[in-house]
DNA sequence: CCTTAAACATGATTTTTGTCATGTTTTATT
DNA sequence: AATAAAACATGACAAAAATCATGTTTAAGG
């Protein structure tokens, strides 16, 4: 029993749009931008765009969520970015006009639509509130890497663990337990974005297990004292 | 003997603008601007602006050196960004409207401009180009940020040591000899920049001195082994 | 369902790096 | 020029974290 093909619904009905730059187009702008979008279904583990490759245009996740990574020194994976519904993904090397620095992966199922590179600048161009909402968003993007340079440059692998499942659950959000954070990562992912060995981190993840801070079943963690998680990443109020 | 007092010639004759942002600028929209603009005389050591302050502009760097930092835990000072002559600084929380999250204190004697908030907001909107420009500029220091990441993440104290001076190369050039970096900061103040100890800093720096990598003097560094250097940092070609 | 690879786990060891201590040099200020 | 305060420097030690080794569990593919 396969589910049925959805109808091509377009912008007007898109949901995420609302929550996303897009959210700033109206009437006859959408109709234009479906002309100029088309959308995509990806499994987990796919590449939505690789490094080094040339942008061709703007993605934009409709559903699914996504790791942007890029490959470091002696090929380890460096864990950049995480996306979500609504989030656009591959807009800095199409904004500089330079080709992927980092590449973007599925880490489940996904839809993501892809919107043409050409039309993307024109519409920008004639749509400032739209360009403006890129402007926050990178500015946002901007922010969250300085604070993660902080913590890398200041803060000891231990705390930058409990501050990473902060940064999870901040991103994904909870289940309906309302303690198990909603993505699943496999300790060497939550290693790459760390910035630490991946035994290390299995380590870190059991001790925090052992202290009753999380419990994990899988690949789930749940976080089971939320003030003491606070306080081992050591983050000030 | 003083120097004489400038004519205030205006963001017409500005040569630093046609490096910034401000280049796709033109006529009447100078004329507007430096309506909207006042220059301010910085000695070294100064605040542009602070931490947890709200912005009421943007600052453009018009001479002298400018460090964007933030304060980490315990107090400990993070060095973000690099500002030069044409750099624009405090645009972050201007773009987000919030609060200073860093400050900016100048590294010597400098010149800088501020153009007031609203006008700055009010000719985005109005010139599309202009706009393009800053993202332009936040999508570079992203991905400057996003290197730095890996860095911090992946390599150890030493190769980040001598990444960090071919950044100051990069950012500052060199001085008449095309040897000395045009830049002069303490120890303390590299460390910050390359997330280590001060004493891990000197120490290195003085391993790279014995090592006819480098020679020091005082404040100054000049790159004796360039080829050298790139090899001690680890980068790939 | 079986097989194989990936992921998870943990101990032992070594390397890296931070911290503490102490002393010297440079720079700024009266 | 004298004095104080930064900044620079280096050794000794401790702490943190990576690496290596080895074994178990889980998940994926034929």
Redesign the pocket.
Same mark, same amino acid.
Request: charged share 40%; net charge positive; proline share 0%.
């Given at each position: 029993m396969k589910k049925p093909i959805p109808f091509e619904t377009g912008c007007h009905q898109c949901t995420v749009r609302m929550h996303s730059v897009f959210n700033v187009l109206q009437g006859d702008q959408l109709v234009e931008m479906n002309m100029y979008k088309s959308c995509n279904v990806y499994k987990k583990g796919q590449y939505v765009f690789a490094e080094n490759g040339l942008p061709t245009g703007l993605f934009c996740v409709n559903s699914g969520k996504v790791k942007i990574t890029t490959t470091g020194y002696d090929g380890k994976e460096q864990i950049l970015r995480l996306a979500k519904s609504g989030d656009i993904v591959g807009y800095r090397a199409l904004i500089s006009n330079e080709r992927y620095a980092s590449s973007a992966v599925t880490l489940e199922d996904a839809s993501i639509c892809v919107i043409d590179k050409d039309y993307f600048f024109k519409v920008m161009e004639s749509t400032p509130k739209l360009m403006f909402e890129v402007v926050k968003k990178i500015s946002q993007d901007l922010k969250t890497a300085e604070d993660h340079i902080v913590s890398l440059s200041q803060? *000891?692998?231990?705390?930058?663990m409990a501050e990473a499942l902060l940064f999870l659950k901040a991103t994904y959000g909870l289940e309906e337990d309302l303690q198990t954070i909603q993505v699943n990562?496999?300790?060497?992912?939550i290693a790459d974005y760390v910035?630490?060995?991946?035994?290390?981190c299995?380590?870190l993840?059991?001790e925090f *297990?052992q202290d009753k801070i999380i419990a994990?079943s899988?690949?789930k963690i749940k976080i089971t004292n939320l003030p003491l998680l606070i306080q081992t990443a050591n983050i000030e109020d």
């Open positions: 803060k *000891n692998v231990r705390e930058r990562l496999t300790r060497e992912e910035g630490t060995s991946t035994e290390s299995i380590r993840l059991s *297990n994990l899988g690949k």
